[in-house]
């Protein structure tokens, strides 16, 4: 067994806390914690999909039928989302063992929070498509000055 999953079988882990000092990154890391977690698609039949919010501690597991959320370390996450098979994990690792958190999602950022009242969806990341040929005409005369 891998050994940050070890380590939170004995709760070794749990106690270790990230220290920082300063009113600016306390309120930096009070903003994040506001974010809440983005999930992606996992690999496996069981879990649907699954993220981690470093600013809270925070994993969320997406079912078919449920939204898990856990405070666990991070390491546990990343365990989990390398895992072949992530629903053991999950069983082994966290249900039952590492303490529940109420999560609800954000309607127009899709992602999950403890707090959605708190919480703010992050800033608007880039459009992933690609322009299509259409666009592409039409920018390339928006540049030469012909309409
Ligand atoms: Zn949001």
Redesign the pocket.
């Given at each position: 067994m891998a050994e940050a999953v070890q380590c939170v079988l004995e709760a070794r882990c749990l106690t270790r806390a990230p220290r920082e000092t300063g009113d600016l990154l306390a309120r930096r890391r009070q903003r994040a914690a506001q974010i809440?977690a983005k999930v992606e698609h996992v690999g496996s039949a069981w879990i649907k999909s699954a993220g981690y919010d470093e600013a809270t501690g925070t994993m969320v597991v997406t079912t078919a039928a449920h939204e898990y959320g856990h405070r666990v370390p991070p390491e546990v996450f990343s365990e989990m989302s390398r895992s072949r098979k992530p629903g053991r994990v999950f069983n082994q690792v966290v249900r039952g063992v590492a303490a529940r958190v109420e999560i609800s999602r954000?309607e127009?950022?899709e992602?999950y929070t403890a707090d959605l009242t708190a919480?703010h969806?992050p800033p608007k990341e880039a459009p992933r498509q690609h322009a299509t040929p259409l666009q592409n005409e039409l920018s390339r005369r928006r540049f030469l000055g012909d309409s």
């Open positions: 809440g954000c127009r950022c992602r919480h969806c």
